[in-house]
């Protein structure tokens, strides 16, 4: 199946740095992937769509100047969480859309990736 | 608009015993229904998915869920619970490239 990955896995950083978390679709080319945000015990939330070559689509109540996409491939996504604070430490989550799969709408996920911000 | 709501936030069963986790959705189109699962610290793993063929769908590590239309529903299955079914599950629904997921159910599992 197809494979998606995330980098960093863990990250802590300090309160008003910024913090690039990267995802790659390993073995296709994924022009849509989605950035999710999952507080503990919680569901995930969907904080954007990126596309590739295109201004990401953010959900509403999601700050897009604090949480930057870029798609600037086929295969990367990456979110710059800026000036980051202790309330952004969460566990985030990307997936990726193959568009060469019979099924539609099926999304592959990233293992995602815990930031702390102390 | 859609919507999907699992009942249940936790469920525990003994090993052996049958699974049953509910999972109802609302969608205004013909649903794509999926189950996932979550191990700690995780993402996503796809146990099965439904997209408009069979209405009995068999996924991986002995799940499966039924698609009720009537009923709306999508509950997820498993005929004998083992250790390592325990996790989080997460019911979806998607409709014109966007999904939308339950609160999930915790899924315990006594020896």
């Known amino acids: 199946g197809a494979v998606v990955s995330q980098h960093p896995s863990w990250v802590i950083c300090k309160s008003g740095t910024s913090v690039k978390i990267e995802c790659r679709s390993l073995d296709f080319q994924a022009t849509t992937m989605f950035w999710y945000r999952q507080f503990p015990k919680q569901s995930l939330m969907l904080m954007a769509t990126s596309n590739e070559g295109s201004k990401a689509t953010y959900e509403q109540g999601v700050e897009k100047d604090k949480f930057l996409i870029n798609h600037a491939s086929l295969t990367l996504s990456t979110l710059t969480v800026t000036s980051a604070h202790p309330e952004d430490s969460s566990f985030y989550i990307c997936?990726?859309?193959?568009?060469?799969?019979?099924?539609?709408?099926?999304?592959?996920f990233g293992p995602g990736t815990r930031l702390t911000v102390t | 608009a859609q919507s999907v709501t699992q009942l249940g936030s936790h469920v525990s069963v003994s090993e052996g015993a049958l699974v049953l986790l509910r999972c109802n959705y609302s969608?205004?189109?013909?649903?794509?229904l999926f189950w996932y699962v979550q191990y700690p610290n995780q993402g996503l793993q796809l146990l099965l998915k439904y997209t408009s063929a069979a209405t009995l769908v068999k996924g991986i590590n002995g799940f499966e869920a039924e698609f009720k239309k009537s009923e709306t529903s999508f509950h997820l299955t498993k005929p004998s619970a083992h250790m390592s079914d325990a996790a989080e599950y997460f019911c979806a629904v998607a409709n014109a490239g966007k999904s939308t997921f339950g609160d999930g159910t915790t899924l315990t599992v006594k020896p």
């Open positions: 969608s205004s189109v013909p649903p794509y």
């Open positions: 997936s990726a859309r193959d568009p060469r799969g019979g099924a539609m709408y099926e999304q592959y």
